[in-house]
């Protein structure tokens, strides 16, 4: 039972190092990257699409990202998505790609960025103690009905807060690449 709350422990954590991983790779750097717009929804056949199902998106420069559409009939629908967003990008449409070159980031929107890479993985940090809180309960809860002896549960408690420094410090670590990579300029 011991072994099994640590995995659920360490299966949380782990989807909450890849919920930071995808919330941070919609956080703009001074690169390009497609995955920039993977937030982007379209207005089409009467539904809202990610942008990733209508184009193929591609870096061909460090600061320009292109969005070729399968049916060249949709440029205009995801030209305007791109201009919508919170992003802040500027899309030329040249009737066949779109093209959004991305402007330098200046050191006030670089430093907003950070804040809210920070702000992703206290979040992140968040849910990890949620899910230790939840380790911890499960364990008391066996102690108290005589399940496992006390000297069994310090143990799990003490396996429990080390992955949880573990998972905290893999956060601290994501952060800190994701710092480093909007700050660089």
Same mark, same amino acid.
């Given at each position: 039972?011991?072994?099994?709350?640590?995995?659920?422990?360490?299966?949380?954590?782990?989807?909450?190092?890849?919920?930071?991983?995808?919330?941070?790779?919609?956080?703009?750097?001074?690169?390009?990257?497609?995955?920039?717009?993977?937030?982007?929804?379209?207005?089409?056949?009467?539904?809202?699409?990610?942008?990733?199902?209508?184009?193929?998106?591609?870096?061909?420069?460090?600061?320009?990202?292109?969005?070729?559409?399968?049916?060249?009939?949709?440029?205009?629908?995801?030209?305007?998505?791109?201009?919508?967003?919170?992003?802040?990008?500027?899309?030329?449409?040249?009737?066949?790609?779109?093209?959004?070159?991305?402007?330098?980031?200046?050191?006030?929107?670089?430093?907003?960025?950070?804040?809210?890479?920070?702000?992703? $993985?206290? /979040?992140?940090?968040?849910?990890?103690? !949620?899910?230790?809180? =939840? %380790?911890?309960?499960?364990?008391?809860?066996? *102690? @108290?009905?005589?399940?496992? $002896?006390? /000297?069994?549960?310090?143990?799990?408690? !003490?396996?429990?807060? =080390? %992955?949880?420094?573990?998972?905290?410090?893999? *956060? @601290?670590?994501?952060?800190?690449?994701?710092?480093?990579?909007?700050?660089?300029?």
């Amino acid at each position: 039972m011991i072994d099994e709350t640590l995995d659920e422990l360490r299966s949380s954590t782990a989807k909450a190092h890849e919920a930071l991983r995808r919330e941070l790779a919609k956080v703009r750097t001074g690169r390009a990257h497609p995955s920039l717009l993977d937030s982007v929804r379209v207005e089409a056949y009467g539904s809202q699409s990610p942008i990733s199902q209508m184009a193929t998106v591609s870096v061909p420069e460090p600061r320009l990202l292109t969005v070729k559409p399968w049916d060249k009939s949709q440029l205009k629908a995801i030209e305007k998505a791109i201009v919508q967003t919170p992003l802040g990008l500027n899309p030329q449409n040249d009737g066949e790609l779109i093209r959004i070159p991305l402007p330098p980031l200046t050191e006030e929107r670089r430093k907003e960025m950070v804040k809210l890479a920070k702000k992703h $993985g206290e /979040d992140c940090k968040v849910a990890i103690r !949620k899910a230790r809180r =939840d %380790a911890n309960d499960f364990i008391k809860g066996l *102690v @108290d009905d005589k399940e496992i $002896g006390k /000297d069994d549960g310090d143990r799990a408690y !003490k396996d429990i807060d =080390d %992955a949880v420094q573990q998972a905290t410090s893999t *956060v @601290d670590d994501i952060v800190a690449k994701k710092e480093h990579d909007i700050m660089e300029v």
